[in-house]
């Protein structure tokens, strides 16, 4: 069954750390990828998104992702994260030709000040 | 201002008694979707709709019921509420082609006692 993994549950880093938060999914189509945040209370906002074409994608707030085909992932990088970065983070994916739209667990980060 | 209004925010019931909780969207998307959240589960799908009339089970839809007979509607219901379904719902929508991702709402927090 098609599946999208997030190996981080938890992350804890220090303001100005750099950060990369992983996403593998499990589909030999093709796929639409998305990053999406939620932070506390809140609902979930989209960061970032790729359909096609360069496969570095810059979204909101400083955040880029890679996707990496070879490797079915789809990882999430910040150079230098604050302390609104707290949040957790989901990955998503949509599988071409169906109505399928996957999320991943979630990882939780938490940005010390 | 686009957005997807779902009401109520928060809800306690006993177990049994039906409950709907409604869902609307002002952007005239096709595709609208219900997950629920649950710690360590991340977002797991309900119910989606591609379009009016036309609905499919996602991944969880036991004890749940949708309908879409308005474009911008789509109510979830619970016929027998039970415990096991205290969770927090999110309601989403998007374009048919998804290529901007998904409009969150603010989520319904459902406890069934």
């Known amino acids: 069954a098609q599946s999208v993994s997030q190996h981080n549950h938890h992350v804890i880093l220090s303001e100005a750390a750099s950060l990369e938060l992983g996403c593998n999914y499990s589909?030999?189509?093709?796929?639409?990828l998305f990053w999406y945040v939620q932070y506390p209370g809140q609902h979930l906002q989209l960061l970032l998104k790729?359909?096609?074409?360069?496969?570095l994608v810059k979204g909101i707030k400083g955040f880029e992702a890679e996707f990496i085909k070879s490797k079915f992932s789809f990882n999430l990088r910040k150079p230098s994260v604050q302390w609104s970065d707290t949040a957790e983070y989901f990955c998503?994916?949509?599988?071409?030709?169906?109505?399928?739209?996957?999320f991943g667990t979630g990882t939780r980060l938490k940005v010390l000040a | 201002e686009a957005q997807v209004t779902q009401n109520p925010r928060y809800l306690i019931t006993v177990t049994g008694k039906k409950l709907t909780v409604t869902c609307s969207q002002n952007?005239?998307?096709?595709?609208m979707s219900w997950y629920r959240q649950d710690p360590g589960l991340g977002l797991r799908q309900i119910y989606y709709?591609?379009?009016?009339?036309?609905?499919d089970k996602g991944d969880v839809p036991e004890g749940y019921k949708v309908s879409r007979k308005e474009k911008r509607n789509f109510p979830l219901i619970l016929e027998s509420p039970s415990p096991n379904q205290t969770s927090l719902y999110f309601c989403?929508?998007?374009?048919?082609?998804?290529?901007?991702?998904?409009?969150f709402g603010s989520g319904t927090r459902l406890t069934v006692v």
């Open positions: 989403a929508s998007s374009s048919a082609d998804r290529a901007y991702g998904y409009t």
């Open positions: 589909y030999g189509g093709t796929v639409n």
């Open positions: 790729y359909f096609s074409g360069d496969p």
């Open positions: 998503a994916v949509t599988l071409s030709g169906t109505y399928k739209y996957i």
């Open positions: 952007m005239n998307h096709e595709y």
């Open positions: 709709s591609m379009n009016v009339e036309v609905t």
